[in-house]
C-alpha cells in the first residue's frame, strides 16, 4: 500500500494544483451551460441565487472532497475505503463517482468536439457569409455529419489522452500552466470588446440587477444542480485533484481560489456574450445552441470579426480540454490505485472505452435512429436522445448522490478527530464550525429537496 502511494504523483506547487482545479472547474459548464441557463431564468435574480448556491452548498462539498483526496491520498473508490474499511457500503459512492466520470466524459468530449470544427469554420471565415438565422441550419447540417462527429470526438479524446497520459505534474500540470492563462487573457480580451458595444448597459443591468418577479422555484433547483457541475463536484473529481496535493497546502484557501475563479469566469462569458446579443436585438429561441448559432455569426459582423470568432471557439475549446482531463483522470487514477495497472497502458484502454461509449452521442442526432430523438423516456411526456440522456441521468441525479453521500460521510460518519487537522490556525476553527454546520445540515437537505422535487414527490407545495 505505502508503495503505490510512494509511486502516486503529486502537484509541483500550489499554484499547479489552482490552475488544475480551476481548469477542471471551468469549462463547458460556464461558457455554454451557466449563459444560457440565466438568459432563460430572467437574469440578475437568478445570478444572485446561483451565489448562495456556490457559497453555502458548493464550497463545503468542495472542501469536503479535497479533505477526502489529501487525507487518504487516494482515488475516489480507495479514499471512503481507507476511512472506513469496515464499512464497505462507502465504496460504493466512489464506484458511482468513477463511473459518473466515466459518462460525462463520453458525451463531453463530443460536444467539445464540435469547438474544433468551429474554430476551423471560424479560420475559414465562414460565418462572416452567414446570416444568423441560417446559422442554425449550418449547425443542425453540422450535427447529422457522421463522418466529421466522429472524426472530432476522437480527436478530442486524443489530445486528452495526450495529456493525462503524461501523468500530474508533467502532464495535467504542465498543460494547465499553458492553457489557463491563455483562457484568461482571450476572455478577458474579448469581454472587453464585448463591453464596448452599446449593448453592453443593457446587458449589466440584466446581469447585475435582480428582478425576483421571474424567479420560479424551477430556477432555483437549476441553480443549485449547475453549482454541482460547474464545480466538478459529485464524482470525486476535486477529491481525485485533492490526493495529488502536498500535505502543506490549505485546502481551505485552494477551494475557495477555484470556486471564485469559476464564477468569475462564468460572470465573465454572461458579459462576452450578452452584449452581442442585445446589440443586435435579436430574440434568442434556441438557446442551448446559442454558443454555436447566434454568437459566432453576431460576433463575425464585428470589426475583426473572424479572428474574434476564432479566439471565441479556441477559448471554448481550451476550457473544455483542462475540465475532460479531470474526468480522464479520475477514471484513470481508480485503474492505477485499484487494478494496480500501470498509468500508460491504463489511461489508453479506459479512454478507448469512453471512447466507444460516446460513439452513439456523437451519432444521435439522426445518424441511429435508435439512438436520436426518442431514445430515452425522461417523464412527462418528454423523450431525449442519448446524449441528452446521460447529460440528464449524471448533472440531476449522479452528482447530486454523489454530493449528498459525501456531504453525510464527511458530515456525520467522519469524526471531528479526523478531520480538525485540516483546519489548523484561529480563523480555520472559526471556519472549521460554519463548514462542518453546513455540510450536516444545509448541504444534504438543500440536494435532498432538489431531488424529491425531480421525483415530482414535492409538486404540492411548489406548483408554481
Ligand atoms: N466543471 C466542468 C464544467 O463546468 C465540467 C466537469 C469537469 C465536471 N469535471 C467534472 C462536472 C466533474 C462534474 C464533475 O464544464
Redesign the pocket.
Known sequence: MSEIKQSRGHWGSRLGFVLAATG???????????PYITYENGGGAFVLIYLFCILLIGIPIMLAELLLGKRTQSNPVGAFGVFRPEQPVWKLVGVLGVF??FV?LSY?SVIAGWTIEYSMKAVMGQFSTVAPEKAGEMFVAFLGNPYKQMLWHFVFMAMTVAIVIGGVSKGIERWSKILMPALIAIILFLTFQALRLDGARQAVVFIFNPDFSQLTSHSVLEALGHA???????????LTYGSYMEKKVDIVKAGVIVAVM?TVIAIMACLMMYPIIFTNKVEVKESIGIIFTSIPALLARLPFGNMLAVMFFLLVCF??LT??I??LE?VVSWGVDELNWRRKPTTLLLASVVFAFGVPSALCNGTLPLFSAKFFPKGGGEWLNYLDAWDYL??NWF?PIGGFMTAVFVGWVLKKEEVIGEFPSKTHKVIYVVWRFLLKFLTPVGVLVVMLYKLGALNFIMAK
Open positions: 477542471s472547474a471551468i469549462g463547458l459548464g460556464n461558457l455554454w451551460k451557466f459518473t466520470g460525462i463531453y454541482f457541475f460547474t464545480l466538478s463536484l459529485g464524482m470525486g473529481a476535486m469559476d476550457a473544455a475540465s475532460a479531470s474526468l479520475v449524471a448533472s452528482l
